[in-house]
Nanobody, 117 residues
């Protein structure tokens, strides 16, 4: 069974870049037909899909975050990367790596990221 583990800084300063890595085990990120997403949940708010990357490396982004977001992968490490530029306190959230472009099939455990000076 696929397992996902998010890692990265828990505290980021405003205007800086948030960078997270999702390490995938139990399945290949290049497996035909598989897609992978980053999703976040700000405190007291609903889940928000950030974007995703397909088994072929194609990327998709939420229109509201597209200008600040980059999603990439490292096939040698079977991992995914999320970069969110020019962060503000409104980017404070639990960030999840997940299997699927919504609907989501498998979730990582999530990692808290706080944007604060």
């Amino acid at each position: 069974q696929v397992q996902l583990h998010e890692s990265g800084p828990h505290l980021v300063k405003p205007s800086q870049t948030l960078s997270l890595i999702c390490t995938v085990s139990g399945g290949s990120i290049t497996k035909n037909g598989h897609h992978w997403s980053w999703v976040r949940q700000p405190p007291g708010k609903e889940l928000e899909w950030i974007g995703g990357i397909g088994y072929d490396g194609s990327t998709y982004y939420s229109p509201s975050l597209k200008s600040r977001t980059s999603i990439s992968r490292d096939t040698s490490k079977n991992s995914l990367t999320l970069q969110l530029n020019s962060v503000t306190p409104e980017d404070t959230a639990v960030y999840y790596c997940a299997v699927g472009i919504p609907p989501i099939d498998v979730w990582g455990q999530g990692t808290q990221v706080t944007v604060s000076s």
